[in-house]
């Protein structure tokens, strides 16, 4: 069974091809991340432009490799004879940037007659973990997730979605049996990353810009910054990562001439604050709920320390972790949700849906 999937729920515009919700066959993404740093943020009227000019490329290519002619002569012959349905992201996300791919997915199903299959962008993060890969992974190449070999997923599993606008944890009893168990009361674990990568002076390079400053050389001792792990010991699934921001404000304050290893420090702090309540949280979901794997996804999943904090955990919970590449927004995942839970949908019926709830 061969999926077609979009996704341009943000700043990305994705396209994929993926066979029985595992093989991967094609991934394109391209990115206005670069354009958006000019601003200083995502401006979803820019992001929504670009998605426009993206899109069609962005297909096309991923349509490739089942052509045997190239370039490809008859798009409509290609998708009517070798795809079997066309998943799209249809929320939660930007208004303008979903309305692209959703815009485009009803009118390919429409012209070639394939089922349309919308997809909860959020939901479909955790999916890229029943992907198929070869590529080796320096940082986890012994958790590779497989569907149908020794590294199968183990259920019942508790599945952590970390990005840049959520924090959720969900229940999996199986392939498709899934249960929201918490999720941030504020800002997610991204905007945690982003915003004070933004204090830091590191404009809008994120998380990955923590990473990076984190794992360099600090001025004072780590201990001397002290953040707080926000709601860690709360008794409920859920987070909060907004007062960090303010705290992080609150100590930067008293450097009157922070020094580059100040801010190493202040990001090797940050990390680990923002890493403790990830791995804290979910540990005790595993725990309460006799789960048998634990499943990471989303952007910030692709943070090394929060992987290595979670393979510390590997004797008790089998950790699985998609791939750098497939942690952060892409179509791959978007096509294995589809295949394994999606429901076909009148196209007429599909609409873009921002505010699209993740609580199930
Ligand atoms: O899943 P994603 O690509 O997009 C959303 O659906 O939001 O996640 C983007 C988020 C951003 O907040 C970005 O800073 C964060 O993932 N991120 C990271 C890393 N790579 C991406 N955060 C921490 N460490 C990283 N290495
Ligand atoms: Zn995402």
């Not at 320096?138 to 606008?165: C, H, M, Y």
Request: charged share 20%; proline share 4%.
């Amino acid at each position: 069974m061969k999926m077609l999937a979009i996704e341009s729920s943000c700043d990305e515009t994705a396209a994929a091809v993926v066979e029985d919700g595992v093989k991967i066959l094609s991934n394109v993404v391209a990115s206005s991340t670069t354009m958006h740093r000019k601003y200083g943020g995502i401006v979803p009227e820019v992001a929504a432009r670009e998605q426009l000019k993206s899109i069609v490329p962005t297909i096309i290519e991923a349509l490739q490799p089942l052509s045997s002619s190239s370039p490809i002569t008859d798009y409509q012959l290609l998708i009517t004879k070798s795809i079997d349905a066309i998943a799209v992201s249809s929320g939660p996300g930007l208004i303008g940037s979903l309305l692209v791919g959703v815009e485009t997915a009803k009118t390919l199903a429409f012209a070639t007659g394939k089922p349309l299959i919308p997809v909860n962008h959020v939901l479909a993060h955790m999916y890229a973990n029943f992907i198929k890969t070869q590529i080796p992974d320096q940082s986890l190449s012994s958790t590779r997730s497989r569907i149908g070999d020794d590294n199968k997923i183990e259920f019942p599993a508790i599945s952590l979605v970390v990005s840049g606008g959520h924090t959720e944890l969900f229940l999996m009893k199986n392939e498709k049996d899934l249960q929201w168990l918490g999720g941030t009361m504020d800002d997610a674990a991204g905007e945690a990353f982003d915003k004070t990568a933004r204090l830091l002076g590191f404009e809008n390079r994120g998380g990955v810009a923590i990473q990076e400053a984190a794992s360099k050389p600090q001025g004072i001792r780590a201990s001397m910054v002290k953040l707080p792990r926000p709601m860690m010991h709360d008794k409920t699934l859920n987070f909060s990562f907004s007062g960090l921001k303010t705290a992080i404000l609150r100590e930067w304050k008293k450097d009157a001439h922070p020094t580059e290893e100040t801010i190493h420090t202040f990001a090797y702090e940050v990390q680990e604050a923002i890493t403790d309540v990830l791995v804290y949280k979910t540990i005790n979901a595993a725990k309460t709920y006799g789960a048998k794997s634990i499943l990471l996804s989303g952007g910030v999943a692709a943070n090394l320390r929060l992987r290595e904090k979670f393979m510390n955990q590997s004797s008790r919970f089998k950790i699985h972790v998609p791939p750098i590449n497939l942690c952060t927004d892409n179509a791959v995942y978007i096509a294995s949700y589809a295949y394994f839970r999606g429901i076909k949908t009148d196209w007429h019926e599909v609409t873009a849906t921002p505010d699209l709830t993740v609580e199930i």
